[in-house]
């Protein structure tokens, strides 16, 4: 049990670190490569909570995931991004 919770410790950290990264890139003018970074932390770190949460409540998984999603496809349809 230890060992799992020091993984999921683990990648909740790597997300952070991504969406962090994700907004000093925004700030500096990556816009699309920062979009996707935060999709990329926001979404795992969505899922890391609502795989450690005992109540399984689906709204509070899909709506998070909705908009990372559509934040991900908004990147890829950025016109003449760096």
Known sequence: MINLRKYFNQIRAV????VVFGLVLGIAGAVRSAAILIAI???TFISNQFTRSNKRRK???ILPMAVVLLLFVVALTL????
């Open 79 to 82: 016109p003449h991004a760096k």
């Open 59 to 61: 709204i509070e998984f």
């Open 41 to 43: 932390g926001a979404g």
């Open 15 to 18: 997300s952070y670190a991504l």
